[in-house]
C-alpha cells in the first residue's frame, strides 16, 4: 500500500522493484497535484496495481487508512505500507512480513538507526529531530524496545488491524506514533526491522524541528491516556500504586515546601530542620517511587504476538 502525493518522479521505480510475493498494490492517490494516480494507471501494466484517488487530500495518515480499509475489504492478511518517494527499498518487504506472519509479531516497523555505519547518511537536521521524537514516542506508547517512530516502512496483520480504531488515528504526519500508541492498548508487539533509508534528491514533508511542539503535546496527551487505560482501567498492580503513590508525595513535597520556603523568605527567619525533612523526605520517596514505576513500566514491554489469538472483526 503505497500513499502518493508528489511523487510522480519516483514511484514507477519503486512499483517496478515489488517482488511476486505481493498479492496486490494499492496506490493511494492523495489529491496529488501531479496526478499521480492518473500517471500510474497509463504506463504500469501490472494487474496486480490498483489505484485509489481520494477527492480531497487527506494526508499521509488519511491515505494510509484508505489503504488499510481497502485491503481488509479484499481479505488481505498481512498489509505493507511504503512511501513512494523511493527512499524504502521494496526489496527488504519479506524481511518486514516474516515475523509478522510466523506469529511473532503483530506489527513490523523500519529502523534506519540500527546500523551505526549508516546513521552518518541520513542529514543530521532529520537524525537530531527522529532522535528527540524516539524519545517521546518511547514514553507515549510504552514501546521502550523500539526506536525510529516516524519511520513509515511498517507492517501489520489485517486480524489486529480489524481491532484498532482506524478512525480515531492521527491523519497526518503524527499518525505513525498515534498507530504505536494505539497498539500499545491492546497489547501487541512491535518489532525494529532494520533498514538503510536511500536518501537522493528528494525531500521529505515531514520537518522535525517543525513539529516538535505540536509532536510533544499529543506525545504527553497519549502518556497520560495510556498510563490510565493500562495502569487503572485494564489492570491495577503494584505499579499502578507506586504510580500514584509517588505522585501524590512529590506533589506534597513541592506545595508545602514551596509554601514554607515563601514563608521564610519573607520573614527572613531559617526554616527549621523539621520542617526541611518534612518536605524533603516525601520529595525523596516520591522520586523514588517513580523510578520504579518506570523500571515496572519498561520490563513489561509486550512480548506474545496477540493476533494468532483475536477473532476476525470489521475495523471501526
Same mark, same amino acid.
Given at each position: 500500500?503505497?500513499?502518493?502525493?508528489? /511523487?510522480?518522479?519516483?514511484?514507477? #521505480?519503486?512499483?517496478?522493484?515489488?517482488?511476486?510475493?505481493? #498479492?496486490?498494490?494499492?496506490?493511494?492517490?492523495?489529491?496529488?497535484?501531479?496526478?499521480?494516480?492518473?500517471?500510474?494507471?497509463?504506463?504500469?501494466?501490472?494487474?496486480?496495481?490498483?489505484?485509489? /484517488?481520494?477527492?480531497? %487530500?487527506?494526508? !499521509?495518515?488519511?491515505?494510509?487508512?484508505?489503504?488499510?480499509?481497502?485491503?481488509?475489504?479484499?481479505?488481505?492478511?498481512?498489509?505493507? &505500507?511504503?512511501?513512494?518517494?523511493?527512499?524504502?527499498?521494496?526489496?527488504?518487504?519479506?524481511?518486514?512480513?516474516?515475523?509478522?506472519?510466523?506469529?511473532?509479531?503483530?506489527?513490523?516497523?523500519?529502523?534506519? =538507526?540500527?546500523d551505526l555505519g %549508516?546513521?552518518?547518511?541520513?542529514?543530521? $537536521?532529520?537524525?537530531?529531530?527522529?532522535?528527540?521524537?524516539?524519545?517521546?514516542? &518511547?514514553?507515549? @506508547?510504552?514501546?521502550?524496545? !523500539?526506536?525510529?517512530?516516524?519511520?513509515?516502512? @511498517?507492517?501489520?496483520?489485517?486480524?489486529?488491524?480489524?481491532?484498532?480504531?482506524?478512525?480515531?488515528?492521527?491523519?497526518?504526519? =503524527? =499518525?505513525?506514533? #498515534?498507530?504505536?500508541?494505539?497498539?500499545?492498548?491492546?497489547?501487541?508487539? /512491535?518489532?525494529?526491522?532494520?533498514?538503510?533509508?536511500?536518501?537522493?534528491?528528494?525531500?521529505?514533508?515531514?520537518?522535525?524541528?517543525?513539529? !516538535?511542539?505540536?509532536?510533544?503535546? &499529543?506525545?504527553l496527551r497519549n502518556?497520560? &491516556?495510556?498510563?490510565?487505560?493500562?495502569?487503572?482501567?485494564?489492570?491495577?498492580?503494584?505499579?499502578?500504586?507506586?504510580?500514584?503513590?509517588?505522585?501524590?508525595?512529590?506533589?506534597?513535597? $513541592?506545595?508545602?515546601?514551596?509554601?514554607?520556603?515563601?514563608?521564610?523568605?519573607?520573614?527572613?527567619?531559617?526554616?527549621?530542620?523539621? @520542617?526541611?525533612?518534612?518536605?524533603?523526605?516525601?520529595?525523596?520517596?516520591? =522520586?523514588?517511587?517513580?523510578?520504579?514505576? /518506570?523500571?515496572? #513500566?519498561?520490563?513489561? $514491554?509486550?512480548?506474545?504476538?496477540?493476533?494468532?489469538?483475536?477473532?476476525?472483526?470489521?475495523?471501526?
Open positions: 500500500m503505497i500513499p502518493c502525493y508528489r /511523487v510522480s518522479g519516483q514511484v514507477l #521505480d519503486v512499483l517496478k522493484r515489488i517482488g511476486p510475493e505481493v #498479492d496486490r498494490i494499492y496506490c493511494i492517490d492523495d489529491a496529488c497535484p501531479e496526478s499521480s494516480g492518473r500517471l500510474i494507471r497509463a504506463i504500469t501494466g501490472d494487474p496486480r496495481i490498483e489505484v485509489v /484517488v481520494n477527492t480531497v %487530500n487527506l494526508g !499521509v495518515g488519511g491515505a494510509t487508512m484508505v489503504g488499510y480499509r481497502r485491503a481488509l475489504e479484499d481479505g488481505a492478511d498481512v498489509i505493507v &505500507k511504503i512511501d513512494g518517494d523511493g527512499q524504502m527499498d521494496p526489496v527488504l518487504l519479506p524481511q518486514f512480513v516474516a515475523p509478522v506472519l510466523s506469529g511473532h509479531a503483530d506489527y513490523a516497523k523500519g529502523n534506519r =538507526f540500527w %549508516n546513521i552518518g547518511r541520513m542529514p543530521l $537536521v532529520r537524525r537530531l529531530g527522529n532522535l528527540a521524537l524516539s524519545f517521546l514516542a &518511547k514514553a507515549s @506508547t510504552g514501546y521502550w524496545n !523500539v526506536f525510529d517512530p516516524t519511520n513509515g516502512y @511498517t507492517a501489520i496483520h489485517a486480524r489486529m488491524l480489524e481491532w484498532l480504531p482506524l478512525d480515531r488515528v492521527s491523519a497526518r504526519y =503524527f =499518525f505513525e506514533s #498515534d498507530l504505536l500508541f494505539r497498539l500499545g492498548t491492546l497489547r501487541a508487539v /512491535v518489532v525494529d526491522v532494520p533498514m538503510d533509508a536511500r536518501y537522493g534528491g528528494q525531500s521529505s514533508g515531514l520537518r522535525p524541528w517543525a513539529v !516538535v511542539g505540536e509532536f510533544t503535546w &499529543k506525545h502518556f497520560v &491516556k495510556r498510563l490510565g487505560y493500562n495502569y487503572f482501567l485494564r489492570d491495577l498492580s503494584v505499579a499502578s500504586l507506586q504510580l500514584l503513590a509517588g505522585l501524590i508525595l512529590l506533589v506534597f513535597a $513541592v506545595g508545602f515546601g514551596g509554601w514554607q520556603w515563601w514563608m521564610h523568605a519573607q520573614s527572613g527567619v531559617a526554616a527549621p530542620l523539621g @520542617t526541611v525533612m518534612l518536605a524533603a523526605l516525601p520529595a525523596v520517596m516520591g =522520586f523514588q517511587l517513580l523510578l520504579s514505576f /518506570v523500571g515496572y #513500566d519498561m520490563a513489561g $514491554v509486550p512480548v506474545r504476538a496477540v493476533w494468532p489469538m483475536l477473532p476476525h472483526r470489521r475495523c471501526r
